[in-house]
């Protein structure tokens, strides 16, 4: 019935109105973010004018569908994402905003989002921690939005890292800046790898979440694009990243940044075109979701037993018994439970 890997998306305030979108994010994706909706440069574009209703509004719709929501981002460290009114602060201000930002953000949203990217883009900017002079700013971010809502993991989330060209953004500096976090007593709990790549290597994916899942913390692919003018090389490139992903035990799931053409960040990335037609791209990514479902049939044996490989997730099993009877029941494989599984049909 599902796997239990979570495939998501990157939604906004335009692409819902769009019946195409809606239909194909409702019927393949378990998660959502939204692109800009949640960042401070939205929600607070000028000082003192709080706008929250756009992120009310996409999490209400994502309530209404039953899809999980990352929280990106609580800040964003790159000194050209932030706001000016941010940059005309003084240290004492920029000091109060931050803690403003953080509980006006995270205690309205409590227990809303499983996922929080607290300081988006570490690796390549360090906009707060040299304005406020203080080089722990970072790790109490960290600190103070699980004091404020203990629930959600707390990410880091970065680009580059995946991709191999980048000396600001190695897998290296990647799991240096998570241990530096965790010795100062933030709780790091998710690894986004922003995943916005070209002409993948798939050896050069691999020995990142190598490296990466020495730290011990799951990794997520968080924001996930293929740019290719080519559509049948951005499938096959697609492909390289998504097994990539799937076949490494330390990754726990994919967001792609959006999925139709017009509505996403980088050009030629789009699976679905604008009238709603599933591209080569699209139909490679929805091959593999239904590759990665099981589907056993056969018999039992003398004892009752029916052996199978399967994905981790929830299963639905029909069983027909020697006199005509059918019996229907769910049960679901737990990730890292190896256990035999007893489904009792004596009740069906």
């Known amino acids: 019935m599902d796997n239990s890997f979570p495939f998501g998306t990157c939604i906004n305030t335009t692409v819902i109105q769009n019946p195409a ?4 994010f409702t019927n393949h994706f378990d998660w959502a973010v939204f692109e800009n909706e949640l960042k401070w440069y939205h929600t607070e574009a000028q000082q003192g004018q709080l706008n929250y209703a756009d992120a009310d509004a996409l999490l209400a719709l994502c309530d209404q569908l039953g899809k999980r929501v990352r929280g990106h981002c609580v800040f964003w460290s790159v000194d050209g994402d932030v706001q000016q009114w941010v940059k005309n602060l ?21 227990a809303k989002f499983p996922h929080y990217d607290v300081n988006n883009e ?17 790790a109490f971010m960290f600190k103070e939005v699980a004091r404020l809502d203990p629930e959600p993991a ?27 976090l965790q010795s100062c007593g933030a709780v790091v709990r998710g690894i986004g790898l922003q995943g916005h790549v070209s002409n993948p290597v798939g050896e050069v994916v691999c020995a990142a979440l190598d490296r990466l899942a020495t730290t011990g913390v799951p990794i997520w692919f968080t924001e996930l694009d293929v740019s290719e003018p080519d559509v049948g090389l951005r499938a096959k490139d697609l492909e390289v990243v998504l097994r990539e992903a799937y076949a490494h035990p330390a990754v726990e799931g994919v967001v792609l940044w959006g999925f139709m053409q017009g509505s996403m960040w980088r050009q030629d990335a789009w699976l679905v075109d604008a009238d709603g037609t599933v591209n080569e791209a699209g139909q490679m990514f929805l091959n593999l979701q239904r590759e990665w479902k099981t589907d056993a049939r056969g018999n039992a044996d003398g004892d009752g037993n029916f052996k199978f490989r399967g994905f981790h997730g929830r299963y639905f099993v029909e069983v027909t018994t ?10 679901t494989v737990e990730k890292g439970d190896n256990t035999p599984l007893l489904v009792n049909l004596g009740d069906a």
């Open 21 to 24: 979108f809606l239909d194909f």
């Open 90 to 110: 003084d240290k004492d201000q920029l000091k109060s905003a931050v803690q403003s930002r953080l509980e006006g953000l995270v205690s309205r949203y409590a």
């Open 122 to 138: 570490m690796l390549h900017g360090q906009f707060f921690r040299d304005r406020l002079g203080d080089e722990d700013v970072p």
């Open 154 to 180: 707390l990410f880091v989330n970065d680009f580059n890292v995946e991709c191999g060209n980048d000396p600001d953004a190695t897998p290296e500096k990647y799991a240096e800046q998570v241990a530096w």
């Open 322 to 331: 020697a006199t005509g009877c059918r019996m229907l029941k769910t049960f």
